[in-house]
């Protein structure tokens, strides 16, 4: 018995609708948080207030871009129902595409965090995050540090799990993690 094989035009338009499908559904789903930005009680809040704004301006950016998207995926539809195979476009679910690049190459990080704690024994989360952030030559326009340091804290417990590394730290409080290597 043979196997039917989805043609690759047909894939394609499927796998666009759904990528398509999940832009505009995390769009739509924000757009009430985002109005919220533009309360006057945000402009009281000093320290903050530049990157709120930026996050604004570029979310109303994504809000324009709404009926751009909306349109393609009327154009997709179209095209799927001229296909010589015809498929229920109904039961095609939305794929969620992530938006953060990759903080370097496949592995840099634990390469980074390994070479980090064998020079200096031990390091704090943040201390780590800055020595991947300037081994990698990463450029602060393009990367927020502050994701790059969450991104570390998370591969530091993973490896933590994995009994890579070791914790010194307890997990009680706002405390600053501190790693080493295991005995």
């Known amino acids: 018995m043979r196997r039917f094989v989805t043609p690759p035009s047909l894939k394609w338009l499927i796998n666009k609708k759904a990528r398509l499908l999940g832009e505009i559904n995390s769009i739509e789903k924000l757009i009430p948080y985002w109005h919220a930005f533009s309360h006057p009680r945000f402009e009281a809040l000093e320290r903050r207030a530049d990157s709120l704004r930026k996050d604004y301006i570029k979310n109303l950016a994504s809000e324009k871009k709404l009926p751009k998207l909306k349109t393609q995926l009327e154009a997709i539809e179209i095209a799927l129902s001229l296909h010589d195979i015809q498929i229920n476009t109904e039961l095609i ?5 992530h938006k953060q690049k990759a903080f370097g190459r496949y592995g840099s990080m634990t390469r980074g965090i390994y070479e980090y704690l ?6 704090s989360t943040k201390e780590i995050a800055e020595f991947i952030f300037v081994k990698n030559e990463l450029e602060i326009k393009s990367i927020n540090f502050f994701e790059m340091k969450r991104a570390v804290g998370s591969r530091l417990r993973a490896m933590t799990r994995h009994g890579k590394i070791e914790r010194l730290h307890t997990l009680k409080g706002l405390q600053e993690g501190i790693w080493k290597l295991p005995s």
Do not use: A, H, L
């Open 93 to 97: 679910s939305p794929i969620k595409t």
């Open 118 to 123: 064998k020079e200096n024994k031990t390091g």
